[in-house]
């Protein structure tokens, strides 16, 4: 079956336009928030902190300062984009126009992805400004890069549709996905950790998607490549599964 790409590009065309309305909230805080991580951590802290592995502590952190920043911002990206439509009850005229939730959702999580990308290379251009770094793969990193996007704004989606508040839109963000990634190797080495919580970090997901990003990096990783791909797109599946079944039974939409 040939999906609809009008229907596609109009539902993309328009939240990235309500991008280019919120510039600065969707965009120009978030690099500034992370510049100021780059100055207190890269320049000062960073400064008299040695190397790890062999890379300075300033360009050690830059990977995970884009996945701290990817992460919540396409949970709220995503999450953002489709509760306001079930807010406004324009919804109705999504779910009663003649395209499939492959659709709706393609044309919703890309978008929301989209933004996330370019916040991400807009941040790995702004740490240029203070950090010097090599990206060892670009290729790879690009591929992390796009993955992460795409996975967390599709949970994104499912907060959106499961949020019946304005407020339940950033529980998630703010208390799960920002300490996962605070504690997930962002500004440190899981090596660094006592045996036992190095044990206990190998449970946070968040540790696989810092880890292979910064091996697209500099070569070093504290767990293996394969399995940090490999999470993901088991994480990516799940989320698919459950936007399948919220569709099939109508879960928080026709009501």
């Known amino acids: 079956?040939?999906?609809?790409?009008?229907?596609?590009?109009?539902?993309?065309?328009?939240?990235?336009?309500?991008?280019?309305?919120?510039?600065?909230?969707?965009?120009?805080?978030?690099?500034?928030?992370?510049?100021?991580?780059?100055?207190?951590?890269?320049?000062?802290?960073?400064?008299?902190?040695?190397?790890?592995?062999?890379?300075?502590?300033?360009?050690?952190?830059?990977?995970?300062?884009?996945?701290?920043?990817?992460?919540?911002?396409?949970?709220?990206?995503?999450?953002?984009?489709?509760?306001?439509?079930?807010?406004?009850?324009?919804?109705?005229?999504?779910?009663?126009?003649?395209?499939?939730?492959?659709?709706v959702v393609i044309g919703y999580v890309g978008a929301a992805a989209s933004k996330s990308v370019i916040l991400g290379t807009l941040i790995l251009l702004t740490a240029r400004l203070?950090?010097?770094?090599?990206?060892?793969?670009?290729?790879?990193?690009?591929?992390?890069?796009?993955?992460?996007?795409?996975?967390?704004?599709?949970?994104?989606?499912?907060?959106?549709?499961?949020?019946?508040?304005f407020e339940k839109l950033q529980i998630v963000p703010l208390m799960v996905v920002t300490p996962l990634t605070f504690l997930g190797g962002s500004f440190y080495s899981i090596h660094m950790l006592p045996p036992i919580w190095q044990k206990l970090t190998l449970f946070n997901p968040v540790v696989y998607l810092i880890s292979g990003f910064r091996w697209s990096f500099y070569g070093i990783s504290d767990v293996s490549v394969e399995v940090s791909i490999l999470i993901p797109l088991v994480v990516m599946a799940a989320c698919i599964a459950v936007i399948r079944w919220i569709f099939a039974t109508g879960y928080k939409l026709k009501n």
């Open 130 to 165: 203070f950090v010097n770094y090599e990206i060892a793969h670009p290729g790879w990193m690009l591929f992390f890069l796009l993955l992460t996007a795409a996975t967390f704004s599709l949970f994104g989606f499912i907060i959106g549709i499961w949020a019946d508040g």
């Open 1 to 103: 079956m040939s999906l609809n790409l009008h229907a596609i590009k109009a539902i993309y065309r328009f939240e990235m336009a309500r991008t280019g309305r919120t510039l600065m909230q969707s965009i120009a805080s978030p690099v500034l928030s992370t510049s100021l991580y780059f100055v207190v951590f890269g320049s000062a802290i960073g400064s008299r902190v040695g190397s790890i592995d062999g890379v300075s502590y300033g360009a050690f952190i830059i990977p995970g300062l884009v996945m701290l920043s990817l992460l919540s911002e396409s949970i709220s990206n995503a999450s953002f984009g489709i509760y306001m439509p079930k807010w406004s009850g324009t919804i109705y005229e999504v779910l009663s126009a003649p395209i499939s939730y492959i659709e």
